[in-house]
T-cell receptor, first 111, second 115 residues
Framework: DQQVKQNSPSLSVQEGRISILNCDYT??????FLWYKKYPAEGPTFLIS?????DKNEDGRFTVFLNKSAKHLSLHIVPSQPGDSAVYFC??????????FGAGTRLTVKP | DAGVIQSPRHEVTEMGQEVTLRCKPI?????LFWYRQTMMRGLELLIY????????DSGMPEDRFSAKMPNASFSTLKIQPSEPRDSAVYFC?????????????FGPGTRLTVL
């Protein structure tokens, strides 16, 4: 049962433009959401998070938006850089328990 | 801090053999997680421990899989007997367990190939 879904397996963006990665979830109990970034041959690394009491969190070029009514969150990267090319995983958790991950979206930023 | 350490980094074995994956969490972290990454399902949580105690093993696919955490600095994931469909990258992650949605820190993973 995939409680966290990333429906786009891949995304290609031109350098300098905005990258938007989307994520949907089904469990309304989730109260904390995270984005992880993964390079080949490495483990995922934490990128940015948002609590369910907020609808936006910004950290430099990265902004995460949360729409609780739609059970949807998105990660915006602007401007995109070639070094942002990686697989991005959306994750959700509740009550500080285990985390559920989406299948990931491979982002390619072209120079 | 060396981060989460996993060994081996790569494992190639034949069907039917026993496989043991090892993990050393970050010192002071009291939660440990085992994940499996496949192309089809992405990152799947297999099992997690709090203070060395297994909390949720509902993600463990079959009885062929078992995990232990004998102390705060070591955990193993064992597959016996292994099958080709077990081929995947297995990640271990740890977390400090502080309230408020603490992030998990992942190891580099073990790429398992079962022939």
């Amino acid at each position: 049962d995939q409680q966290v879904k990333q429906n786009s397996p891949s995304l290609s963006v031109q350098e300098g433009r905005i990258s938007i990665l989307n994520c949907d979830y089904t469990n309304s109990m989730f109260d904390y959401f995270l984005w992880y970034k993964k390079y080949p041959a490495e483990g995922p690394t934490f990128l940015i998070s948002i609590s369910s009491i907020k609808d936006k969190n910004e950290d430099g070029r990265f902004t995460v938006f949360l729409n609780k009514s739609a059970k949807h969150l998105s990660l915006h990267i602007v401007p995109s850089q070639p070094g942002d090319s990686a697989v991005y995983f959306c994750a959700a958790m509740y009550n500080n328990n285990d985390m559920r991950f989406g299948a990931g979206t491979r982002l390619t930023v072209k120079p | 801090d060396a981060g989460v350490i996993q060994s081996p980094r790569h494992e190639v074995t034949e069907m039917g053999q026993e496989v043991t994956l090892r993990c050393k969490p970050i010192s002071g972290h009291n939660s440990l997680f085992w994940y499996r990454q496949t192309m089809m399902r992405g990152l799947e949580l297999l099992i997690y421990f709090n203070n060395n105690v297994p909390i949720d093993d509902s993600g463990m696919p079959e009885d062929r899989f078992s995990a232990k955490m004998p102390n705060a600095s070591f955990s193993t994931l064992k597959i016996q007997p292994s099958e080709p469909r077990d081929s995947a990258v297995y990640f271990c992650a740890s977390r400090s367990g502080l309230a408020g949605g603490g992030e998990q820190f992942f190891g580099p993973g073990t790429r398992l190939t079962v022939l």
